[in-house]
Structures are given as structure tokens and as C-alpha cells.
Nanobody, 119 residues
Framework: QVRLVESGGGLAQAGGSLRLSCTAS????????MAWYRQAPGKQRELVAH???????FNADSVKGRFTISRDNAKNTVYLQMSSLKPEDTAVYYC?????????????WGKGTLVTVSS
């Protein structure tokens, strides 16, 4: 079984920084793509940033220049460094990993971590 554990959410002031982490554990052959999504109250879940197994990254326009996604393959961990936070960044943040196990590649989600940015 694969388990994802997120950490790093909390309360920050506008202009501040937070770093989110998501670590996968369990029986895995490989971790392919990793991503962070977020869902604000009353809104649909949206992609924030994505990183391939080769390290290529994508950031949503709303976070370009402020958020950085990275990964540590040795630790099975994906990070989201968030800087210059804005109140509109307030949301539950979810990690999403494509993991290959004995049963083949599957999509795994973390339970979410709340980020609240005060003005």
C-alpha cells in the first residue's frame, strides 16, 4: 500500500512564505510525475505546479515567480516553496503523485493541508 503524508501548511501573513512537503511511503517501483493542487472554498480544485520525473516543471500563471516545486527522489518527497503569499492563495493544498507499483501506474492523492494567508 502507498501512503502520502503532507506537512507544512498553516497560517501566514501576506508577503510571507511557507514550504509544503509530501512524502510517499510503501511498496513502490517508481514515482513518475508529482504535482500540487489547491482548492479554495467554493471553487474547483486547480493545478498549482507540476514536476516530471526528469525535473521539468510547470507553474500556473497565478503562482509564477512566487511558488517553486521541487522533488527529492531519494526521499520520495515533493516540495512546494511558497513565497510572496497573497490572501487569494488561501486553500487546501493537495499533493498528487503518479506512482508505479506492482499493479502498474496509479494516481495517488494526499489528504490535503490547509494554507491560510491573512491580509
Amino acid at each position: 500500500q502507498v501512503r502520502l503524508v503532507e506537512s507544512g501548511g498553516g497560517l501566514a501573513q501576506a508577503g510571507g512564505s511557507l514550504r509544503l512537503s509530501c512524502t510517499a511511503s510503501g511498496s513502490m517501483f517508481s514515482i513518475n510525475a508529482m504535482a500540487w493542487y489547491r482548492q479554495a472554498p467554493g471553487k474547483q480544485r486547480e493545478l498549482v505546479a507540476h514536476i516530471t520525473s526528469g525535473g521539468s516543471t510547470f507553474n500556473a500563471d497565478s503562482v509564477k515567480g512566487r511558488f517553486t516545486i521541487s522533488r527529492d527522489n531519494a526521499k520520495n518527497t515533493v516540495y512546494l516553496q511558497m513565497s510572496s503569499l497573497k490572501p487569494e492563495d488561501t486553500a487546501v493544498y493537495y499533493c498528487n503523485l503518479i506512482i508505479t507499483t506492482l499493479g502498474g501506474p496509479s494516481n495517488y492523492w494526499g489528504k490535503g493541508t490547509l494554507v491560510t494567508v491573512s491580509s
